[in-house]
């Protein structure tokens, strides 16, 4: 189990709908293109791309090298994930947006399966990021009470509503 680790749960709203209007090559071809524009974002953040959804991505901050601003990385990521798909939206003349949430907490991660393994990462943080990233069901990056209250000043969040969790009613931020 790992401590104090930020997590990223990214998703494409929209993308579905744009690569209706492609044939199956150019479809995977511009999937894969920003895929890769978000690996590079995670390395220039130093942040670990735990795995590649079909219209998502996972990621942490602080598992693989134990940072003091994990949680900073991880909503900067959140941010350069957005100004990514601005600029695709741009080249390709698509409305693609992102859903994201960020969470910070204990994780554990691991290899899974057997004859075809696959790195995974799972836990409380994975789980509240997921989840408050559905908050609203809207675009945008969300984080939890946790990230929000490690958030540097200057930063600007808005309340974006609550979610249920084990320990009760918890606040959701959305950052503009």
């Known amino acids: 189990m790992h401590q104090d680790v930020a997590v990223i749960f990214a ?7 744009y690569a209706a209007t492609l044939d199956d090559d150019e479809e995977l071809g511009q ?3 920003l895929m890769r524009s978000f690996d590079e974002a995670a390395e220039r953040a130093g942040v670990e791309k735990v795995r590649t959804l079909r219209n998502g991505y996972l990621a942490s901050s602080g598992l693989i090298v134990p940072r003091v601003d994990n949680v900073r990385r991880a909503v ?3 941010v350069e994930l957005r100004n990514v798909i601005s600029r695709f939206n741009a080249q390709h003349e698509a409305s693609v947006e992102l859903r994201a949430g960020v969470s910070s907490g204990s994780v ?3 290899l899974v399966g057997r004859t075809s393994l696959a790195y995974d990462l ?3 943080a994975v789980n509240l990021a997921y989840r408050v990233r559905g908050v609203t069901g809207s675009p945008g990056i969300y984080v939890s009470q946790a990230v929000k209250d490690r958030m540097l000043e200057g930063a600007r969040i808005v309340s974006a509503g609550t979610i249920e969790t084990a320990d009760g ?3 959701v931020w959305r950052v503009e």
Do not use: P
């Open 11 to 17: 998703e494409l709203v929209g993308f579905d709908d």
């Open 31 to 33: 999937l894969n293109a």
């Open 76 to 78: 900067d990521f959140a």
């Open 108 to 110: 554990t991660s691991g």
């Open 122 to 124: 799972w836990g409380d």
């Open 169 to 171: 009613a918890e606040t």
